[in-house]
């Protein structure tokens, strides 16, 4: 088994969750997006991120609109919807609970080989 594979997969499950709370307090563009991720170390390229945030915009999750740029063409920025904030809250909820089922078993763990 090859440790890229998990980790990529690791990756792609958290996804959703970190391009739903990039949006949470402001919409953003597709290279602004994609540089947040970047900046968390969350390795992510144009030919993932834009079937994903179709998907979501179709599940009702983000909305989007044009805006014109100074620099070049017009750009399409992604906000939440209100089905998506909720969606967001329930997604924290379930993260959370994830984050500390997951550290209660790699430190019990940890503890029994020590």
């Known amino acids: 088994m090859k440790i890229e594979n998990t ?3 690791m ?3 958290v996804l959703e969750y970190c391009i739903l ?7 953003a563009y597709v290279a602004e997006i994609l540089d947040t991720l970047k900046d968390a170390k969350l390795l992510v ?15 009702g999750l983000l909305s989007y ?11 399409k920025y992604y906000g939440l919807t209100e089905t998506g904030r909720l969606f967001l809250t329930e997604l924290s909820s379930t993260w959370d609970e994830l984050q500390t089922a997951v550290n209660i078993v790699t430190t019990q763990k940890k503890k029994n080989h020590e």
């Open 65 to 75: 609109r044009w805006e014109e740029s100074t620099s070049g063409p017009p750009r």
């Open 21 to 27: 709370s990039v949006l949470k307090d402001e919409d």
């Open 45 to 59: 390229v144009e030919g993932t991120i834009y079937p994903l945030l179709t998907r979501l915009k179709n599940a």
């Open 7 to 9: 980790k990529a997969q």
């Open 11 to 13: 990756r792609k499950g």
